[in-house]
């Protein structure tokens, strides 16, 4: 997709002044010129051109409030003058795997005062002798070159910072919670567990108590049966005695 569509695409039917961040990675450049971008975006803080084509700055709109700039991965080696005065308040530049070989190429970068922060990676620049002493001596406003200040401190990463702040901030609540939630579940399955021991006790007696209750009636039945036939034992036993007295009579 070319540049200037995806930047169309990107505003999303909003209008230009009203973007602040805008990124267009792995566009295409037809010219290897900057396309889509106007004097209109006068909010824009933040810009994002890796991997376009770019070899030129000429054609770039002026960005007053610009902040952070994006370019690495293009095919620039010139023309960086065109920053200083297009987007004076620039404190960061990625120009990482570009075509700098020189520290010409960067002297132009002197006028961009409140530049912090320069990343030059993967550009022949940096196999020079001398490299980091050279470039810090030359823009003396930089305090990171390609992440480390001059005595070898890394930059922060503020975004990190923040993900881990928020990560440490939300994790003990969720923790204890969890922990909570365990105690409670371990508590609930010793009660249930004692419950349930209890019940099956219980339950054992129960069945214990119902065998002998059926094993008492069946006792029952037998001996109501015993007296039954003996007691009709003893009814014919009578009346055979009768019919005798009655043949001797």
């Known amino acids: ?11 999303r039917n909003r209008s230009a002044a009203e973007i602040a961040e805008l990124v267009v990675d792995n566009s295409r450049s037809a010219d290897g010129e900057v396309e889509g971008l106007t004097d209109a975006f006068t909010e824009l803080e933040f810009l994002s051109m890796v991997n376009v084509g770019l070899s030129s700055l000429a054609k770039l709109p002026s960005l007053p409030k610009l902040h952070k700039l994006e370019l690495s991965d293009n ?13 004076p308040n620039l404190t960061y530049l990625n120009l990482s795997g570009n075509k700098i070989k020189e520290l010409s190429n960067v002297e132009a970068l002197q006028n961009l005062k409140s530049l912090q ?25 930089v305090t990171y070159l390609d992440g480390f200040d001059q005595e070898d401190n890394e930059a922060p990463d ?24 365990d105690d409670d579940e371990e508590e609930d399955g010793s009660e249930g567990g004692e419950v349930g021991l209890s019940f099956q006790v219980n339950r054992a007696n129960q069945d214990d108590d119902e065998d002998d209750y059926a094993d008492e009636e069946e006792e029952d039945k037998a001996i109501a049966q015993g007296e039954k036939r003996k007691r009709g034992a003893d009814a014919e036993g009578e009346d055979d005695e009768d019919e005798d007295d009655d043949e001797d009579d």
Do not use: H, W
């Open 1 to 11: 997709m070319d540049m200037k569509k995806r930047i169309t695409l990107e505003l």
């Open 75 to 87: 095919n620039l080696s010139g023309s960086l003058e065109m920053l200083s005065e297009k987007c």
């Open 117 to 141: 922060s320069l990343d030059l990676f993967n550009c022949e620049i940096t196999t020079l002798e001398d490299y980091r002493e050279s470039v810090f001596e030359l823009l003396p406003q």
């Open 158 to 181: 503020s975004e990190a910072d923040d993900e881990d702040d928020d990560g440490e901030d939300g994790a003990a609540p969720t923790g204890d919670y969890d922990e909570d939630e």
